[in-house]
């Protein structure tokens, strides 16, 4: 897919590629430090090999979609990744039903090319992907401090469904030895 932008340069929204991996680590570590209102940090080694090995079995998977946004000069702007969830009705009185959602997992644009049409042209290949496996229900998470995205999921229909806590085990145990 080939959009044009407001300032008539054009984009291309395509599967990404085993190339694009190590900008793709980049661009998840820019959306961790964007959620966390943290500075730049270095990820760990460790943590960059992780996750170049997602990215990279994420590619081979027919059940996973990873595009990117590339602008004519060959840079990357822009990520957006899909999953195919399958869940089994768990009713004695749905039969064998498989219910299939789709996961959005990490859409990510340069700040530089943001309100240029890249998030809306990202999403729209994610959805073709989604009805290609006959998906008819999205689920994405965002955290409750990015305000940036719960408008932006919200303006599309995205409502919060449920809430998702987290806390430190030490914390819980803790907790639970002040009860005895």
């Known amino acids: 897919m080939v959009v044009t932008m407001n300032n008539s ?7 990404a590629m085993q190339v694009d991996v190590p900008v793709l680590v980049d661009f998840l570590a820019k959306l961790a430090l964007h959620v966390a209102g943290e500075p730049p940090h270095t990820l760990k080694k460790a943590e960059r090999s992780r996750l170049m090995a997602t990215l990279r079995s994420s590619l081979s998977d027919p059940n996973k979609r990873l595009v990117v946004a590339e602008t004519d000069d060959g840079r990357l702007v822009g990520m957006g990744y899909l999953y195919v969830w399958r869940n089994q009705g768990i009713w004695e009185q749905s039969g064998d039903i498989e219910f299939k959602s789709g996961i959005i ?6 700040p530089d090319f ?7 042209a990202i999403l729209k290949e994610l959805l073709a992907f989604a009805e290609s496996h006959a998906i008819n229900e999205l689920i994405l998470e965002y955290a409750a401090s990015n305000k940036e995205a719960a408008v932006t999921w919200s303006k599309l229909g995205f409502k919060p469904t449920g809430i998702r806590a987290a806390a430190f085990t030490a914390d819980v145990y803790e907790v639970l030895a002040k009860r005895r």
């Open 105 to 110: 997992d990490d859409v990510w644009v340069e």
């Open 114 to 120: 943001r309100k240029l049409g890249i998030f809306s």
């Open 9 to 15: 340069d054009k984009f291309t929204i395509r599967q």
